[in-house]
């Protein structure tokens, strides 16, 4: 077993932290990490959607993962930052960027250092955890970016960056005009 370890490629996350708590997301969907920049804010869009940056000529939606696990928003300090990620919606990439209050460190974690999720106790559902990994005496979350940005959430963002993909028209079409307009 040890040699099985020994020869096993770890797994990279981005840590950062979010309301005290710290998160990770898998490294090979994090695209890059820029400096925070308000965001336009735009009508009709979930409270978690803060709005969008333009990045290097492409709409980028921002999400306040705060709001997305029912915490107050998050307040830009000195060190917040916009981690830009690349989720999945339907097999289709969706680029969005995710409010941090730091960035902290990128990890390597073996199978056996991650433990599953734990059924409470802690500030997000369960099932946008993908375990919790073990760095010396401290856990930290590992995020599910996928379910965290859930194909509503994705609807949205999408519809603001302006939809494109057959996976977004389709559920454009499916989604109906919007409801208190």
């Given at each position: 077993m040890e040699?099985?370890?020994?020869?096993?490629k770890p797994a990279q996350y981005l840590t950062f932290t979010l309301a005290g708590d710290e998160y990770a997301a898998g490294i090979l969907q994090v695209k890059e990490i820029i400096?925070?920049?308000?965001?336009?804010?735009?009508?009709?869009t979930p409270a978690s959607i803060r709005g969008v940056i333009n990045l290097r000529g492409k709409?980028?939606?921002?999400?306040?993962l705060a709001v997305r696990f029912g915490l107050p928003p998050?307040?830009?300090?000195?060190?917040?930052?916009?981690?830009?990620?690349?989720?999945?919606?339907?097999?289709?990439?969706?680029?969005?960027?995710l409010l941090a209050d730091?960035?902290?460190e990128v990890?390597?974690?073996?199978?056996?250092?991650?433990?599953?999720?734990?059924?409470?106790?802690t500030r997000?559902?369960?099932?946008?955890?993908?375990g919790m990994g073990k760095i010396g005496q401290k856990f930290v979350l590992l995020l599910d970016i996928d379910r965290v940005l859930s194909a509503a959430d994705l609807l949205s963002a999408a519809s603001v960056a302006g939809a494109t993909t057959p996976a977004e028209a389709a559920?454009?079409?499916s989604a109906g005009p919007p409801t208190g307009a």
């Open positions: 040699k099985a370890q020994a020869s096993e400096e925070y920049q308000p965001p336009t804010r735009v009508p009709q709409v980028i939606p921002v999400i306040d998050l307040q830009p300090g000195k060190r917040t930052c916009i981690v830009v990620v690349e989720a999945k919606l339907e097999g289709e990439p969706a680029v969005m960027g730091a960035v902290n990890i390597d974690l073996l199978s056996g250092d991650i433990e599953p999720p734990p059924p409470f106790g997000v559902r369960v099932d946008y955890l993908v559920l454009s079409a």
